[in-house]
């Protein structure tokens, strides 16, 4: 107490990101799995050192429990994740999702494969939540991880979402490049996943009927009825009508803004990062009643 008073030093923030963010390379997976059966190994050495025959059993019984596990632990990560995965695309509740993702990141670290598609989930719910800086970062991990590099299925989630991500920033030259890549390395079937950068892109470029074209030759011209995926681009395409000099029955419209604005996070929030688009849901909005 009677020592000449200091202040505190200055706590230096911790550099880099979470590592529950950053998949492991295949140099650090290679690693894990030797280390895992370094026991089985030395069961077996020390069975023909020591002549105990029984340690072969050991060392059986150790690798065998060390599978079963793992496996048990990667099928209950599928589950969680297909459940997960079905709530982001149902319920469009994209904070609740974020936060069940969030424990799943953390506990499929050792596993690479299933890390990366619970970060490709993670990076969509947060761009469902408006959060597209996060987002991005979090894809961009992904892809530079290359765990799903060779898996279509996952590529067709990935690469669509970096290049609609960009083209909703108004970052159109990165979004091309992306979007150039999904058409070199997605297969025929999967090419559907393209539709909404591609319309994006030509809706931040101000090709309209190029955006109506694209949308037209997938949903057809028929009014959404529901559906939230139909619904998403038929609002696109009220959007690009009225842009266009086109405007669309304002009934037909107002309707699909009230769907939107009812289903938060069902969709991506292109409002937040693009003013005209917010101004047309605004001008579209229904009415409040009037307060009594």
Not at 115 to 134: M, N, Q
Request: net charge positive; proline share 6%; glycine share 6%.
């Amino acid at each position: 107490m009677t020592g000449p008073y200091r202040e505190a030093a200055a706590v230096e923030p911790h550099p880099g990101k979470p590592s529950r963010y950053v998949p492991l390379t295949h140099r650090q997976e290679r690693l894990r799995r030797l280390v895992r059966s370094v026991p089985v190994v030395l069961l077996a050495l020390s069975a023909f050192v020591l002549e105990r025959p029984w340690l072969i059993a050991g060392a059986l019984a150790w690798g065998l429990g060390v599978l079963v596990v793992t496996r048990m632990h990667a099928r209950a990560l599928n589950a969680r994740l297909k459940a997960l995965a079905g709530t982001l695309a149902r319920d469009g509740d994209a904070s609740l999702a974020a936060r069940s993702l969030e424990a799943i990141v953390a506990d499929a670290r050792g596993y690479p494969g299933f890390h990366c598609v619970a970060l490709l989930f993670l990076g969509i719910a947060r761009a469902r939540g408006g959060d597209a800086d996060s987002a991005i970062e979090l894809l961009y991990e992904v892809q530079r991880a290359g765990w799903l590099a060779h898996r279509a299925l996952w590529m067709a989630w990935l690469l669509p979402w970096l290049s609609q991500l960009h083209a909703a920033r108004n970052e159109l030259e990165l979004a091309e490049q992306w979007l150039d890549i999904a058409r070199t390395k997605l297969p025929a079937d999967r090419r559907e996943v393209l539709v909404s950068p591609e319309s994006l892109v030509a809706l931040r470029r101000g090709k309209d009927d190029e955006a109506i074209a694209i949308i037209d030759a997938y949903i057809g011209t028929a009014t959404a009825a529901g559906d939230p995926v139909r619904d998403h681009f038929a609002l696109l395409r009220a959007f690009a009508h009225e842009r266009a000099g086109r405007p669309l029955p304002e009934e037909e419209v107002r309707s699909l803004v009230k769907a939107r604005l009812a289903s938060p996070g069902r969709a991506l929030p292109l409002e937040t990062w693009w003013a005209d688009f917010a101004s047309f849901l605004d001008r579209h909005a229904p009415e409040r009643p009037a307060a009594a």
